[in-house]
């Protein structure tokens, strides 16, 4: 019971979360990562795929597996592009993928925020298989860290966040207002691939 509620407010707080036990990817539908890579000066996108290491309160250490294809489309955090999350905690999986709405970026320190609406829920954990607010349409949002922009350190990714998680209520609100604690906290190293940020 304890190491479910560290789960959840893991997932709450868009911390990334991560197991041990992965589920195959052969019987998972992929993502679609089609996302026209047309050139546009002053805009950013962020793509990649690979694993991310979540570690609970009690050591416990969970691998979260990402793929995601962003492109910003406004200054103003306009954005599109496909993401997907999912791990599997203690035999049960959690899965989300979904649709980009809204991207903003600090190209400084390599960190984007990254909202949108859920595509499709395929978890088999009954606590995030049933909530109004894990259903498509619902917001959700993530942030990353490409850390080759502060000097090649690991990448860093959370796992998502929904509606009500830190007090956040839209995937709008999360771009606009771009939490991000201090030394990276509540984000989780990138062990396997990388992700990138990118002028377009």
């Not at 047309?38 to 570690?55: A, E, F, P, R």
């Not at 200054?75 to 997907?84: D, N, S």
Request: hydrophobic share 40%; aromatic share 8%.
């Amino acid at each position: 019971m304890r190491i479910h509620r560290s789960l959840a407010l893991l997932i709450a707080t868009g911390v990334s979360a991560s197991c041990t036990e992965v589920a195959d990817p052969a019987s998972l539908d992929a993502p679609d990562l089609t996302v026209a890579a047309d050139h546009m000066d002053g805009l950013y996108k962020v793509h990649g795929n690979g694993d991310y290491v979540i570690t609970l309160g009690d050591g416990t250490e969970i691998v979260s597996r990402f793929d995601m294809n962003v492109l910003q489309t406004s200054a103003t955090g306009g954005a599109r592009g496909t993401f997907r999350h999912r791990l599997t905690f203690f035999g049960d999986l959690v899965d989300f993928s979904g649709v980009v709405t809204c991207m903003t970026v600090d190209p400084i320190e390599g960190r984007a925020w990254i909202g949108g609406v859920i595509h499709k829920n395929r978890s088999v954990r009954e606590s995030f298989a049933t909530g109004e607010i894990f259903q498509p349409g619902k917001d959700i949002w993530f942030r990353v860290l490409d850390g080759e922009v502060q000097g090649g350190i690991q990448d860093r990714s959370t796992f998502v966040g929904f509606e009500g998680g830190a007090g956040i209520i839209t995937s709008a609100e999360y771009c606009d207002t771009r939490p991000w604690p201090d030394a990276n906290a509540r984000t989780n190293p990138v062990v396997r691939g990388r992700l990138a940020l990118t002028e377009r």
